[in-house]
């Protein structure tokens, strides 16, 4: 099945710097990779995902870039604020509709 | 706005007993899914389920079971609740075969005492 290995699992960052977390996933049938936002206390909430016939998304401050060769894709965050801190998912699909996700990585933002 | 609504946020229950999660969705979505999220681990798939009483095995399924009586309506059992299932339980749904996109609830945060 789907492997999706996601880093790093921490980020701290100040305010207005980029920043950038990367996957990898191992099966080269999946054409589709959601990025999910998840904050204290909710569930995870879909921001960004890019299928595999694209090879960059954007979405104001937030881009996703694709790399099928590599199997890997990685999500920007430019101008970061306060409240983008929270912990940062991505997945893959794998099989009926499922998505397999990476581990997560927590980015905190300092004023 | 579109909902997928987790019946207890919180819930304690002890080792042995059977436990009842609760998931209702109102985007009539084909596919509903429970997730286990583990500090570490991330997010793990226990079952799925693509139509009314059908259901599928994701990566973690022992220990638990589902129903899908509804088609707005999820249910994850634990037939047996022991110390190991203390988790934080999330359900989503997304629709038919295609469309990935999942909605997520808020999650239930079980604690096997």
């Known amino acids: 099945g789907e492997n999706v290995e996601q880093h790093p699992s921490t980020l701290s960052v100040q305010e207005g710097d980029s920043a950038v977390i990367k996957c990898t996933y191992s099966?080269?049938?999946?054409?589709?990779f959601p990025w999910y936002k998840q904050e204290l206390g909710k569930g995870p909430q879909l921001i960004i995902d890019?299928?595999?016939?694209?090879g960059e998304k954007k979405d104001q401050r937030i881009a996703v870039t694709l790399n099928k060769t590599a199997k890997h894709f990685s999500l920007h965050i430019t101008e970061t604020q306060p409240e983008d801190s929270a912990v940062y998912f991505c997945?893959?699909?794998?099989?009926?509709?499922?998505?397999?996700f990476g581990k997560g990585t927590m980015l905190l933002v300092s004023p | 706005d579109v909902k997928v609504t987790q019946s207890s946020r919180y819930l304690v229950k002890r080792t042995g007993e059977k436990v009842f999660l609760e998931c209702v969705q109102d985007m009539d979505h084909e596919n509903m899914f429970w997730y286990r999220q583990d500090p570490g681990l991330g997010l793990r798939l226990i079952y799925f389920?693509?139509?009314?009483?059908?259901?599928e095995k994701g990566d973690i399924p022992e220990g638990y079971s589902v129903s899908r009586e509804k088609k707005e309506r999820f249910s994850l059992i634990l037939e047996s609740a022991s110390t190991n299932q203390t988790s934080m339980y999330l359900c989503?749904?997304?629709f038919g075969a295609g469309n990935y996109g999942y909605t997520f609830g808020s999650g239930t945060r079980l604690t096997v005492v």
């Open positions: 099966d080269s049938a999946s054409n589709y």
């Open positions: 890019i299928r595999s016939n694209v």
């Open positions: 997945a893959a699909n794998s099989g009926y509709s499922t998505l397999t």
């Open positions: 389920s693509y139509d009314v009483k059908m259901k």
């Open positions: 989503a749904s997304s």
